[in-house]
């Protein structure tokens, strides 16, 4: 299947990707004036399982309702729409999904309360967001958006520009992804990703007033150490924190449970995946496949497995 969906989920209604057309016009386009979600569905066993569709929605709802994006469909209706379009697709693949909710055109007036809005959903096959397993990290120039500024728990397209200059700037220097500090100098997250540490056994992520996006694989990663008595804690974490950890990874959509081997030129232990790491991986792996007992209802089921 090629990268372009054939049908897309506009407006409340499945149609060819042809069809879903905007303005040039449109708010977001000029202003970043949209939310949006980064959704997977895995293909497994013959069966496509969206992995945590309900808990998405509800922030793509609440990103929006911090920003006065009133939206124009229902919770159910989204994710109706979103199951429609994978069924619509007939994706035999996992693919990432992507809702946006976005101010249409409405005139330049900074004041888009009353200007018209507009959703749209469109998936497309997807594997590793990483050219590489085990990643060699920055900590960024830039610093991660304030929140005496805008709302960096709020997944907006505006908040994303921070995202690719240091994303960019990563690349530019050789390194596979760029990490964060917050205004304060404390450790904020991943340009695309959370991040943990593992210090003296003890498991520790930034919480959510350090700027963060507040990750549903995070989340997901949290509840899943619990299960298994591992020791976790959300604490402000000190740059030098990363060069003496034991290990340090990533948790997001796009990229999943993904370790960290050196950050600065500076080694994480012996520069291998850690123990905890593989184990986290390896829970995470079976949740979102729909082999998670406890956890089942963190998968919707697209469609019945094909004979
Ligand atoms: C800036 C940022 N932080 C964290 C995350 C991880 O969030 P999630 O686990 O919900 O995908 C993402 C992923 O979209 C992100 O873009």
Redesign the pocket.
């Known amino acids: 299947m090629s990268e372009e969906p054939e049908y897309i989920w506009f407006d409340g209604k499945v149609v060819p990707a042809s069809e879903a057309k905007i303005s040039v016009k449109a708010h977001a386009l000029h202003y970043g004036t949209a939310v949006f979600e980064?959704i997977r569905a895995y293909y497994h066993n013959n069966e496509l399982l969206v992995f945590r569709l309900k808990d998405h929605i509800r922030r793509l709802l609440e990103s929006a309702r911090m920003l006065h994006l009133e939206p124009t469909f229902t919770e159910e209706e989204i994710q109706d729409g979103i199951i429609a379009l994978l069924k619509k697709n007939g994706f035999r693949t996992s693919v990432y999904i992507r809702p946006i909710l976005f101010v249409g055109a409405g005139g330049i007036n900074l004041d888009y309360r009353k200007h018209p809005k507009h959703i749209a959903a469109f998936a497309f096959p997807f594997s590793a967001y990483f050219e590489r397993s085990g990643l060699r990290v920055c900590v960024s120039s830039w610093r991660r958006i304030s929140p005496m500024s805008v709302i960096p728990r709020a997944?907006s397209a505006a908040n994303y520009l921070n995202?690719c200059v240091a994303t960019i700037e990563a690349k530019l220097s050789g390194y596979d992804e760029a990490l964060l500090l917050d205004e304060g100098g404390r450790v904020s997250?991943?340009?695309?990703?959370?991040v943990f540490i593992v210090r003296r056994g003890v498991i520790s992520t930034p919480p959510v007033y350090s700027s963060?996006?507040e990750?549903?694989?995070?989340d997901t990663v949290i509840t899943l150490a619990k299960d298994s008595a591992l020791s976790i804690e959300e604490r402000p974490i000190d740059r030098s924190e990363l060069y003496t950890a034991e290990e340090v990874f990533f948790?997001?959509?796009?990229s999943e449970v993904e370790p960290i081997l050196q950050i600065d030129g500076r080694k994480i232990r012996d520069g291998e995946p850690g123990r905890v790491t593989g184990q986290l991986k390896a829970a995470y792996s079976q949740a979102v496949r729909g082999e998670s007992r406890k956890h089942a209802d963190w998968v919707t089921t697209v469609y019945a497995k094909a004979r």
Request: charged residues 20%; without cysteine; hydrophobic residues 25%.
């Open positions: 980064g997944k995202s997250e991943g340009a695309g990703e959370n963060i996006l990750g549903i694989t995070r948790t997001g959509t796009a």
